[in-house]
């Protein structure tokens, strides 16, 4: 009797975390953003999982992040740097190292090589694959969500630096990935440290990537609208100049880069002195990738900080505007 409680109260509580994510995040236009796609197909399977007779337990439920858009309280600090950013020599030989960068000429020693565009839905560059695919993707690789995993890569066309590593960060945390962090400097400081190269990746045995998402790490256009977040946008002062959503102010992405690192959290800490501390704040770019690295520092710092991208942004108020429009007509 107990059990059969314990499992419709479960199945109750699921329905309503997803009419939850239904109502927060997906009832605007933008249908096709990283943030609706991602928890539009959590959706699909959480439903699968329920009409098969199972259903999440409160840890699942708690793990998935899906509260009230506001809810979530203003992280400590005391599990940033070291628990987010390692230096070469503290990398173990149990830690699983992924090169994320597009075609690198190089390698870390024993590290499996994943592009980040391999995540991205290549039919819209604004928004990321579904969660089963991006599951299937890790696992081909011999990845689990319980793996310590090091992240580093480099975005070629932004101009190098760490963005597609942090991106790649974002995207294992928002599936549940606890034990990951990003080698801060990338393969440059594996290089300068002195450690080896190789020239070619390495294989693992494929493994199975059960992902357990979060919906606390990404912004619908509703809730960037809603005012109760504030608006980071991390483009360049000349793209900020020409356009950006209402209320946003500019941090470009390289302020809180030295070279190709993560800066000192002291330096963060002025970066971001025109922030509030204890109030969320929404980050975003043209699709995100470059937000990451400034999403990543305020993380680090123990901000409430989530994701978005501006393509969602201008494409949803186009549309909420020709709607408008036709509403005004009859």
Same mark, same amino acid.
């Given at each position: @009797? ?7 109260r479960?199945?109750?509580?699921a ?7 239904m109502?927060?995040?997906? &009832?605007?236009?933008?249908?096709q ?5 991602? *928890? ?12 098969a ?6 840890? %699942?439920?708690?793990?998935?992040g ?7 309280p203003? #992280?400590?600090?005391s /599990?940033? &740097?070291? %628990?987010?950013?390692?230096?070469p020599? !503290?990398? &173990? ?5 992924? %090169?994320?960068s597009?075609?690198p ?6 590290? *499996?090589?994943?592009s980040? $565009?391999?995540?991205? %839905? ?12 991006i ?10 969500r319980?793996d ?13 630096? =760490?963005?597609?590593?942090?991106? *790649?960060?974002?995207?294992? $945390?928002?599936?549940?990935?606890? !034990?990951?962090? *990003?080698?801060?400097g990338?393969?440059? +400081? ?16 494929? &493994?199975?990537?059960? =992902?357990?998402?979060r919906?606390d790490?990404?912004?619908?256009? !509703? ?7 504030q ?6 002062p ?5 356009g950006s959503? =209402? ?6 992405? /390289? ?5 190709? @690192?993560?800066?000192?959290n002291?330096?963060? #800490? ?7 501390a ?21 993380? @680090? ?5 989530? @994701? ?6 201008? #494409? +949803? /108020? ?6 408008? $429009?036709e509403?005004?007509?009859?």
């Amino acid at each position: @009797m107990l059990e059969l409680k314990s499992t419709a109260r479960s199945s109750i509580r699921a329905l309503g975390m997803i009419l939850l994510v239904m109502a927060v995040f997906c &009832s605007s236009t933008s249908a096709q953003c990283s943030a609706c796609t991602f *928890v539009d197909s959590w959706i699909k399977e959480t439903i699968n999982s329920i009409l098969a007779g199972t259903s999440l337990s409160d840890k %699942d439920a708690d793990l998935a992040g899906l509260q009230e858009a506001n809810s979530a309280p203003i #992280r400590s600090e005391s /599990d940033s &740097s070291s %628990d987010m950013l390692i230096s070469p020599g !503290d990398i &173990s030989s149990e830690d699983i190292i992924l %090169d994320v960068s597009d075609y690198p000429a190089t390698y870390i020693p024993g590290a *499996v090589h994943i592009s980040y $565009r391999d995540f991205v %839905d290549n039919n819209n560059t604004a928004s990321l694959k579904n969660i089963s695919d991006i599951a299937q993707i890790l696992g081909d690789a011999g990845i689990s969500r319980n793996d310590p995993v090091v992240i580093y890569g480099e975005c070629k066309p932004c101009g190098g630096g =760490p963005s597609v590593a942090t991106y *790649v960060y974002w995207i294992l $945390r928002s599936l549940g990935h606890e !034990d990951v962090r *990003v080698l801060n400097g990338g393969i440059d +400081a594996w290089s300068e440290a002195g450690m080896p190269l190789a020239n070619s990746s390495a294989t693992r045995k494929k &493994s199975a990537y059960s =992902p357990q998402p979060r919906g606390d790490l990404y912004a619908s256009y !509703d809730y960037v609208m809603s005012n109760q977040a504030q608006l980071v946008d991390a483009r360049s002062p000349e793209e900020f100049e020409s356009g950006s959503i =209402p209320g946003a102010i500019n941090i470009p992405y /390289d302020a809180v880069l030295d070279g190709k @690192m993560i800066r000192e959290n002291s330096e963060l #800490r002025e970066i971001f002195r025109n922030l509030t501390a204890d109030k969320p704040v929404v980050v975003f770019t043209t699709t995100g990738t470059k937000a990451s690295a400034v999403w990543f520092s305020l993380y @680090m710092l123990g901000y409430d900080a989530r @994701m978005y991208t501006y393509r969602d942004w201008t #494409r +949803a /108020d186009r549309e909420n505007k020709r709607q408008m $429009r036709e509403i005004n007509r009859s």
